[in-house]
T-cell receptor, first 112, second 111 residues
């Protein structure tokens, strides 16, 4: 069964450093998403992406965040200058048929 | 804005039925979902229901939707220890718009 893959599974970084989280969505899907889950809190929507542009973003997704589809398979989330409060599990997801959202296993980001 | 609420914890004995409840606020919700998260894993789509349905059954899983009360439930029949996980209720207006999640209900199955 096709799946969304994310790398790395764990990322540790120093506060103020840039991180790039990588995702390979399901190959025939056209809509891509990033969500995050801070420990003990809800899974929160960050951004959706379609046709090489952002289609929706939350208030969490400020100027420190950016997304990119650098080639035909990868979808990345960049955090320019990480803060302690960015520590969370980041999930990539993709949607093909308009109703089923498929998630990757997540990247656990720890900002020290 | 949209909000999805669910209880934090449910404990059941192996072989019993589990019922996980959820309420949501967005009247434009078109799709209601149940996702399962096992430790260290991602969110696995278990089942979903379209808002014009009031019930959907899929093997041991039964989803009930009361659209008037904005109440969704997931019943797991003959609960097994492998069902121990966190179950997330979620909703979406559809059309590739964002999916809004509840905080998740941790299901503990006692052997």
């Amino acid at each position: 069964e096709p799946e969304v893959t994310q790398t790395p599974s764990h990322q540790v970084t120093q506060m103020g450093q840039e991180v790039i989280l990588r995702c390979v969505p399901i190959s025939n899907h056209l809509y891509f998403y990033w969500y995050r889950q801070i420990l003990g809190q809800k899974v929160e929507f960050l951004v959706s992406f379609y046709n090489n542009e952002i289609s929706e973003k939350s208030e969490i997704f400020d100027d420190q965040f950016s997304v990119e589809r650098p080639d035909g398979s990868n979808f990345t989330l960049k955090i320019r200058s990480t803060k302690l409060e960015d520590s969370a599990m980041y999930f990539c997801a993709s949607m093909g048929g308009g109703e089923k959202l498929f998630f990757g296993s997540g990247t656990q980001l720890s900002v020290l | 804005g949209e909000d999805v609420e669910q209880s934090l914890f449910l404990s059941v004995r192996e072989g019993d039925s589990s019922v996980i409840n959820c309420t949501y606020t967005d009247s434009s919700s078109t799709y209601l979902y149940w996702y399962k998260q096992e430790p260290g894993a991602g969110l696995q789509l278990l089942t979903y229901i379209f808002s014009n349905m009031d019930m959907k059954q899929d093997q041991r899983l039964t989803v009930l939707l009361n659209k008037k009360d904005k109440h969704l439930s997931l019943r797991i029949a003959d609960t097994q220890t492998g069902d121990s996980a966190i179950y997330f209720c979620a909703e979406s207006p559809g059309g590739y718009q964002k999916v809004t999640f509840g905080i998740g209900t941790k299901l503990q199955v006692i052997p």
